[in-house]
């Protein structure tokens, strides 16, 4: 549930980004379009990873084992994070 959390609200500074900022300040409209489309692939990902953790936890109930979630997935997710908040502080200065 915090990974689809977590998606719905990343969907919401999508929105906020690619959508209500261009109108609201100086920022180029493609650049924050361009970040806001970079936040929607972000809250796809949380969504598509909360229903792949769900999968993974439930079988491993089944025989009593660990569910490890994949590392490298963890890591380009943070990788994808951080470059998203650099584009974003360079665009708006």
């Known amino acids: 549930m915090a990974w689809w959390r977590t998606g719905i609200a990343t969907a919401g500074v ?3 980004v690619g959508g209500i900022l261009p109108k609201l300040s100086d920022v180029a409209r ?3 379009i361009a970040l806001g489309a970079g936040y929607g692939v972000l809250a796809l990902c949380f969504i598509v990873g909360g229903s792949l953790r769900d999968s993974l936890s439930r079988k491993a ?4 084992s660990f569910s490890r ?4 997935t963890v890591t380009l997710i943070t990788v994808y994070i951080s470059v998203l908040i650099a584009f974003t502080v360079f665009a708006l200065f």
Do not use: I, N, T, Y
Not at 61 to 64: D, I, N
Not at 69 to 72: M, R, S
């Open 14 to 16: 999508a929105l906020a």
């Open 30 to 32: 493609d650049r924050a």
């Open 61 to 64: 109930l089944e025989p009593g």
């Open 69 to 72: 979630f994949p590392a490298w």
